[in-house]
């Protein structure tokens, strides 16, 4: 399959999703050597869960699939350009690639605008909307003492 293939399947997966009333209109899947291992869907109405966007479910599939968490030598198709959640997990994943299709403009020409959270990540913490602060109560470094210190940790 192409490119433009891997695409059509994402976009296909995000039209079936609204025509089935499931969820919003966006799809992506994840390929690896040329085989989809991973198709996610937008579930976040479906499920009541606002982390439940297509490409977030692409990876959940795609790294249960290949039992890793990571995503190295795959590529993410998605109908729509990420997010800025989904900007983060791919990262977190490291995939090779992403394509998308429709830009984050065009989504928010029909509702979806998530410029309001770009603004916000750019500005110090203290002037932004969403109140953020930190508490620093005894030991609070523990569990970061206890991971550097541990044997059997994962590094990511």
Same mark, same amino acid.
């Given at each position: ?9 994402? !976009? ?16 992506? !899947?994840?390929?690896? /050597?040329?085989?989809?291992?991973? !198709?996610?869907?937008?579930?976040? *109405?479906? *499920?009541?869960?606002? *982390? ?5 479910? =692409? &990876?959940?599939? =795609? ?6 968490? $990571?995503?190295? /030598?795959? /590529? &993410? #198709? *998605? ?9 983060? =997990?791919? #990262? @977190?994943?490291?995939?090779? =690639? ?16 998530? $410029?309001?959270? #770009? ?5 110090? !913490? ?6 953020? $602060?930190? &508490?620093?109560?005894? $030991? ?6 206890? @991971? ?7 590094? #990511?």
């Amino acid at each position: 399959m192409s490119n433009i293939d891997f695409m059509k399947n994402a !976009i296909n997966v995000a039209s079936e999703n609204v025509l089935s009333n499931h969820g919003g209109p966006f799809g992506a !899947i994840v390929v690896k /050597d040329g085989k989809i291992i991973g !198709i996610g869907r937008n579930e976040v *109405t479906a *499920t009541n869960d606002p *982390t439940a966007h297509a490409e977030m479910q =692409a &990876i959940r599939a =795609a790294c249960h699939y290949i039992n890793s968490f $990571q995503l190295l /030598d795959c /590529d &993410i #198709y *998605t109908s729509c350009e990420p997010c800025p959640m989904c900007i983060g =997990a791919i #990262y @977190w994943a490291r995939p090779r =690639a992403v394509y998308y299709a429709c830009t984050k403009d065009e989504a928010a020409k029909i509702g979806f605008d998530d $410029q309001f959270i #770009y603004e916000q990540l750019s500005l110090p !913490i203290e002037q932004r909307k969403l109140k953020m $602060q930190q &508490i620093i109560p005894d $030991q609070s470094d523990l569990p970061f003492r206890t @991971w550097e210190n541990s044997r059997g940790k994962v590094n #990511y």
